[in-house]
């Protein structure tokens, strides 16, 4: 495959990534439903509006970073590093940012089915993922593909 190429193609694939992630954050993630009577849907932008309405401000931020920030700035630091002025040194900090942050990328998803499993086990509501989860996960593996097919065009 050429440098070109891959490219290109990492060009697409983060493209498709940043439209997920919008959608992922502003579409619900879960639904749940009490009494079988009442419905609410929940972003994670809602739920960091919810959490910080109830002044769990710790929990937001870190709803907050992981889900809206990181994603973000590793898609942005992704395309930069996919134009052609960067140079080679500042292309592996980057590389090395993005390494270190991946660790941390399917927190969020994790932090969803602790709270999906926490309703279920309580009996008092029965919760449902919603598209926007499906959304968010596929930012995270579009992002990752893009991350391989961008190393590829640097020949590393």
């Given at each position: 495959?050429?440098?070109?190429?891959?490219?290109?193609?990492?060009?697409?694939?983060?493209?498709?990534?940043?439209?997920?992630?919008?959608?992922?954050?502003?579409?619900?993630?879960?639904?749940?439903?009490?009494?079988?009577?009442?419905?609410?849907?929940?972003?994670?932008?809602?739920?960091?509006?919810?959490?910080?309405?109830?002044?769990?401000?710790?929990?937001?931020?870190?709803?907050?970073?992981?889900?809206?920030?990181?994603?973000?700035?590793?898609?942005?630091?992704?395309?930069?590093?996919?134009?052609?002025?960067?140079?080679?040194?500042?292309?592996?900090?980057?590389?090395?940012?993005?390494?270190?942050?991946?660790?941390?990328?399917?927190?969020?998803?994790?932090?969803?089915?602790?709270?999906?499993?926490?309703?279920?086990?309580?009996?008092?509501?029965?919760?449902?993922?919603?598209?926007?989860?499906?959304?968010?996960?596929?930012?995270?593996?579009?992002?990752?593909?893009?991350?391989?097919f961008e190393r590829r065009s640097v020949g590393a």
């Amino acid at each position: 495959m050429t440098a070109s190429l891959a490219r290109a193609i990492a060009a697409a694939l983060l493209a498709a990534a940043l439209v997920c992630l919008i959608a992922g954050v502003r579409l619900p993630i879960i639904e749940l439903k009490r009494f079988f009577v009442f419905e609410d849907g929940y972003s994670i932008l809602s739920l960091i509006g919810t959490l910080t309405d109830a002044g769990e401000w710790v929990l937001a931020t870190i709803i907050a970073l992981f889900a809206v920030v990181f994603p973000l700035f590793k898609i942005a630091a992704l395309a930069l590093m996919l134009t052609p002025a960067v140079s080679p040194v500042r292309r592996a900090r980057l590389s090395a940012l993005i390494d270190g942050m991946g660790k941390w990328s399917m927190l969020d998803v994790l932090i969803a089915a602790v709270i999906i499993v926490t309703v279920k086990i309580s009996g008092l509501e029965s919760a449902a993922t919603q598209p926007g989860l499906y959304f968010f996960v596929a930012s995270i593996v579009l992002t990752i593909a893009a991350s391989r097919f961008e190393r590829r065009s640097v020949g590393a």
